[in-house]
T-cell receptor, first 108, second 112 residues
Framework: EDQVTQSPEALRLQEGESSSLNCSYTVSGLRGLFWYRQDPGKGPEFLFT???AGEEKEKERLKATLTKKESFLHITAPKPEDSATYLC?????????FGKGNQVVVIP | NAGVTQTPKFRVLKTGQSMTLLCAQD?????MYWYRQDPGMGLRLIHY???????AKGEVPDGYNVSRLKKQNFLLGLESAAPSQTSVYFCASSYPRVYGYTFGSGTRLTVV
């Protein structure tokens, strides 16, 4: 069974204080690791897909990296609008299995 | 371009009542999914469909039924609602091989 564990569960950052979110996974045959952003009362919004160890992708202040056992979402110089829950998911059998999320609050 | 549309957005049911949640997508996606999201539990897959006329069970299928009569629609039914089914329900769709899901905005269901 595919498993995804995200840490920390919750994170409070000062504006401009860079940090990283961790997603560790176990899957039989990774067919992609996905990061989503979810704002309160809304559905998850797609951010990145990573397929192989060593791959990196960037979007504004966010950078996702992938190893054989985990992925990191780096938030560089965050702004209050980066406050959200970030969800990690793995595709091991043509279905996504999600972690419980990292809730990030950026304080002005 | 609407993407994935879920109706209704909010609903309150009494225990034992039935209802159907509708999901419609306009992206010609083959695959569709129903998830529920509960505090501290993350997103859990209820049922999914890999094409018109086909459905399959996910992680937590008990108490729910689904139908995919048309490619663009995926219906989730609760035959006899229970308080344990109080949750936020999300529909999603994707192309085959899962290049990325597109999610709807959710249905908040309360069973009293």
């Amino acid at each position: 069974e595919d498993q995804v564990t995200q840490s920390p569960e919750a994170l409070r950052l000062q504006e401009g204080e860079s940090s990283s979110l961790n997603c560790s996974y176990t899957v039989s045959g990774l067919r992609g690791l996905f990061w989503y952003r979810q704002d309160p009362g809304k559905g998850p919004e797609f951010l990145f897909t990573l397929y192989s160890a060593g791959e990196e992708k960037e979007k504004e202040r966010l950078k996702a990296t992938l190893t054989k056992k985990e992925s990191f979402l780096h938030i560089t110089a965050p702004k209050p609008e980066d406050s959200a829950t970030y969800l990690c998911a793995v595709n091991g059998n043509n279905r996504l299995a999600f972690g419980k999320g990292n809730q990030v609050v950026v304080i002005p | 371009n609407a993407g994935v549309t879920q109706t209704p957005k909010f609903r309150v049911l009494k225990t034992g009542q039935s209802m159907t949640l509708l999901c419609a997508q306009d992206m010609n996606h083959e695959y569709m999914y129903w998830y529920r999201q509960d505090p501290g539990m993350g997103l859990r897959l209820i049922h999914y469909s890999v094409g018109e006329g086909t459905t399959a069970k996910g992680e937590v299928p008990d108490g729910y039924n689904v139908s995919r009569l048309k490619k663009q629609n995926f219906l989730l039914g609760l035959e006899s609602a229970a308080p344990s089914q109080t949750s936020v329900y999300f529909c999603a769709s994707s192309y085959p091989r899962v290049y990325g899901y597109t999610f709807g905005s959710g249905t908040r269901l309360t069973v009293v």
